[in-house]
């Protein structure tokens, strides 16, 4: 569902080297905003000791753009959202952090 809204680098191959390009951007123009937006809402309002993707995107932060994590958290989001619409009885539970 990420490559088909746009959310996943292009591919651009030949004689086995792969390069890989921008977002795609081909699929539905308005749910990929809405997903990018949300994403951006998560990233820059989300309490990141109290929900498991915190620390996923600290350590994303620490190594690239903000646009680039916001893109990435898109594309989670919208693989999460394929498996609850495709999978019988599957639903996404939130789960908080194990402290040590």
């Not at 191959?13 to 390009?21: D, V």
């Not at 929900?51 to 680039?68: I, P, V």
Request: charge should be positive; proline fraction near 3%; glycine fraction near 8%.
């Amino acid at each position: 569902m990420a490559a088909w809204l746009g959310l996943v680098p292009r591919e651009y191959s030949t004689g086995g080297k792969t390069k890989l390009l921008g977002i795609s951007k081909r699929g539905n123009r308005y749910l990929r905003r809405m997903i990018i937006h949300g994403a951006r809402s998560c990233v820059t309002h989300l309490d990141r000791s109290r929900y498991r993707l915190g620390a996923w995107l600290d350590g994303l932060q620490a190594r690239m753009h903000t646009n680039k994590v916001t893109v990435a958290l898109a594309a989670k989001v919208a693989r999460i959202a394929w498996v609850v619409m495709t999978k019988p009885g599957a639903s996404y539970e939130r789960r908080d952090p194990a402290f040590s």
